[in-house]
T-cell receptor, first 112, second 113 residues
Framework: NAGVTQTPKFQVLKTGQSMTLQCAQDMNHNSMYWYRQDPGMGLRLIYYSASEGTTDKGEVPNGYNVSRLNKREFSLRLESAAPSQTSVYFCASRAHSSPPLHFGNGTRLTVT | GEDVEQSLFLSVREGDSSVINCTYT??????LYWYKQEPGAGLQLLTYIFSNMDMKQDQRLTVLLNKKDKHLSLRIADTQTGDSAIYFCAESINAGNNRKLIWGLGTSLAVNP
């Protein structure tokens, strides 16, 4: 049982490049989330998907898009990367009936 | 507003107890959580408590909730060097049809041999 799997683990982009961060969970969870973690800022919610077919903005959605491809997969896309998007990105999931979030191990993104 | 506060650093000796404190402002919280993050890793759920409970014990971990003072604590008994990590407090509040998580900035626990 892998839990929440994120790929890639590390990525370096140049300003203006695009990329998609992948997330998949095998726990049959309904809700999935994308967070970014920055020093001194804690965890900030970018987007979430309460169920398959729905997505909603979190606190810091600008510069990002998401796709809930199916129940298992929730991807985060940076269309035109900026240095301010240098961060560690975490995907998380949660069952409808169970409160805790389960996190992946993160993607460490550097934008130069 | 919604806010969760934690002290940033705590240093203890191996074998001692650690107590990590957290205060929150939103009185409508439903669940309160403690997560652990080791260097280079994701956040691992340690334990959580429903807001109508005062205490929860799980092996070396004891969570105390004082709802009147909006204060949550995590006690780690017999702290080991493997407990060195960042500990995050979070509260879950109702936000329309969804739950919203409010996170603290984390307490960095250093365990000295």
């Amino acid at each position: 049982n892998a839990g929440v799997t994120q790929t890639p683990k590390f990525q370096v982009l140049k300003t203006g490049q695009s990329m998609t961060l992948q997330c998949a969970q095998d726990m049959n969870h309904n809700s999935m989330y994308w967070y970014r973690q920055d020093p001194g800022m804690g965890l900030r919610l970018i987007y979430y998907s309460a169920s398959e077919g729905t997505t909603d903005k979190g606190e810091v959605p600008n510069g990002y898009n998401v796709s809930r491809l199916n129940k298992r997969e929730f991807s985060l896309r940076l269309e035109s990367a900026a240095p301010s998007q240098t961060s560690v990105y975490f995907c998380a999931s949660r069952a409808h009936s169970s409160p805790p979030l389960h996190f992946g191990n993160g993607t460490r993104l550097t934008v130069t | 507003g919604e806010d969760v506060e934690q002290s940033l650093f705590l240093s203890v000796r191996e074998g001692d107890s650690s107590v990590i404190n957290c205060t929150y402002t939103d009185s409508s919280s439903t669940y309160l959580y403690w997560y652990k993050q080791e260097p280079g890793a994701g956040l691992q759920l340690l334990t959580y408590i429903f807001s109508n409970m005062d205490m929860k014990q799980d092996q070396r971990l004891t969570v105390l909730l004082n709802k009147k003072d909006k204060h949550l604590s995590l006690r780690i008994a017999d702290t080991q060097t493997g407990d060195s990590a960042i500990y995050f407090c979070a509260e879950s509040i109702n936000a329309g049809n969804n739950r919203k998580l409010i996170w603290g900035l984390g307490t960095s626990l250093a365990v000295n041999p």
